[in-house]
């Protein structure tokens, strides 16, 4: 007779930094400075939050199942410059 044992999940929260570029007319483009390469897009802000959250939760998944080190965001120091051009 077989048991059918259950593997424990255990969870835990992860914060990234999600970087929205408006596109004209078009929607928002989607980059996570700390997951290279994740780039997701929403012709919305509320598709673009939604399609980021399922990206970053699939790329944190690939991560784990080939046994890669999963980054953590500990701080980020942000700033927005305006430069003068003559």
Do not use: W
Request: aromatic residues 8%; charged residues 30%; contains cysteine.
């Amino acid at each position: 007779m077989k048991k059918n044992i259950s593997k424990s999940r255990s969870t835990e929260e992860l914060s990234f930094t999600v970087l929205y570029e408006p596109i004209r007319g078009k929607g928002f483009h989607v980059t996570v400075p700390l997951l290279p390469g994740l780039v997701t897009f929403g012709r919305t802000f509320n598709e673009a939050r939604e399609m980021a959250r399922d990206a970053i939760r699939c790329y944190i998944e690939a991560l784990k199942e080939s046994k890669e080190f999963v980054p953590r965001e500990n701080s980020l120091l942000q700033e927005r410059m305006t430069i003068k051009i003559a």
